[in-house]
Structures are given as structure tokens and as C-alpha cells.
């Protein structure tokens, strides 16, 4: 069964800095693209940043470009999203995924997701 | 961006058929997939590329559609059909979600 577990959330001021985790199980973790997608209280969804399966690649909105950092570590089944210089606007609850295509494609839709952590950037 | 947009919210009773639609500012192919969220769960996928049913998911769920206009059906609905639905396109960067269309059981 694939499971997705975050980790790292919390209450943090503006400006400041947090850095997520996510466990994963259940799959071979190193074949797959993953991504991070976030969802503001009662908002929408939206698309935060994917990694290739090796870490090669990586990609951001726009909004998050310069500020925020996806990693990954295969040989711990983690990946990992550091966000830095964090807004009002980045409060949110952020979704690990993954990616469905296998090796070095993407399909830019995710088919797993975890139960998500709450970050909230307050004063 | 592509702006993928979905009436706010529907009402049907137990055992009807319901489509609920997304309309692409621009053609995105068949570039759509469509997820359910039940309150304070995380998003599950039902369908990808437009029409193409999730494993595990189903067969009252059903997606339809290309270029700007996109369904997804279910029929019947049955009361754990409770949830919001959002649609996303992977066809334009970056990939853009709906802002939801919560299904209400009469």
C-alpha cells in the first residue's frame, strides 16, 4: 500500500524559515517524480513544485522561485521541501504526491497523496 | 496560466445522475483530471486524461471531454458521493486546478 506521511508543519513568522519532510512507503520511491501541492484554508489547490525521480530536475511556480527548495534523499524513501523568506500567503496545507509516469517523464497529474501539513505563517 | 473554471456548488438527491463541468480558458487537450476531496481528507484521484478511470475508483464515476469543455459524471450518485470535486490541467505550464464544485446529497 503507498503511503505518504508529512511531517514539519507548524506556526512560524514571516520572513522566517521551515522545512518539511515526507515518508514514503509502499512503492519503489527512486522511480518516480513526486511534487508538493498546497491547499489554503478553504481554497483551492494549487501546484507547488515537482523533482525528477533522480533529483536532476526540479521545478516551481513562480510564486515560490528563489524561496522555496524540493530535495530528495531515495535511500531514505524522503522528500523534502524547504521554504524560506515565508509570506502570509503561503499558509497553507501542503500535499506530498507523486508523480504517476515512471524514470524520466512526467504526467504533471498526481495519483497518491498524503494526509497533509498545516503551515501557518503568522506574526 | 490557464484558468479552469467550475460552478461553486451542486444539489441532487441519492440515486440521480449529476455532471459537474470545467471550462478551460484555453484548449489543454486532454490534459484534465478530475479528484474528489471529502471533508478533511486529502484529494483522491478519480480520472486522468479526461476520461480514463483511476484504479480502484468506481465505474458510476466517468469523465468526458477535449479542448475547453470537460464532464465528469456520476451515475448514480450515492450519498458518499459527498465531497468537493476539482478539476486540473496538465496540458499548459504550469498545471492549474479548479477552484471546486462541492456536491451536496438531498
Redesign the interface.
Known amino acids: 500500500e503507498v503511503q505518504l506521511v508529512e511531517s514539519g508543519g507548524g506556526l512560524v513568522q514571516p520572513g522566517r524559515s521551515m522545512k518539511l519532510s515526507c515518508a514514503a512507503s509502499g512503492f519503489t520511491f527512486s522511480n518516480y517524480g513526486m511534487a508538493w501541492v498546497r491547499q489554503a484554508p478553504t481554497k483551492g489547490l494549487e501546484w507547488v513544485a515537482t523533482i525528477s525521480y533522480d533529483g536532476s530536475s526540479t521545478y516551481y511556480r513562480d510564486s515560490v522561485k528563489g524561496r522555496f527548495t524540493i530535495s530528495r534523499d531515495n535511500a531514505k524513501s524522503t522528500l523534502y521541501l524547504q521554504m524560506n523568506s515565508l509570506r502570509s500567503e503561503d499558509t497553507a496545507t501542503y500535499y506530498c504526491t507523486r508523480d504517476p509516469y515512471y524514470g524520466y517523464d512526467y504526467a504533471w497529474y498526481f495519483d497518491y497523496w498524503g494526509q497533509g501539513v498545516m503551515v501557518t505563517v503568522s506574526s | 496560466d490557464t484558468v479552469l473554471t467550475q460552478s461553486p456548488a451542486l444539489a441532487v438527491s441519492p440515486g440521480e445522475r449529476v455532471t459537474i463541468s470545467c471550462r478551460a480558458s484555453e484548449s489543454v487537450s486532454t490534459?484534465m483530471?478530475w479528484?474528489q476531496q471529502k471533508p478533511g481528507?486529502?484529494?483522491?484521484?478519480l480520472i486522468?486524461g479526461a476520461s480514463n478511470l483511476?484504479s480502484g475508483v468506481p465505474a458510476r464515476f466517468s469523465g468526458s471531454g477535449s479542448g475547453t469543455d470537460f464532464t465528469l459524471t456520476i451515475d448514480p450518485v450515492e450519498a458518499d458521493d459527498t465531497a468537493t470535486y476539482?478539476c486540473?490541467q496538465?496540458w499548459n505550464d504550469?498545471?492549474?486546478?479548479?477552484?471546486?464544485t462541492k456536491l451536496e446529497l438531498k
Open positions: 490534459g483530471h479528484y481528507q486529502q484529494p483522491k484521484l486522468y483511476e476539482f486540473q496538465s504550469p498545471n492549474t486546478f479548479g477552484a471546486g
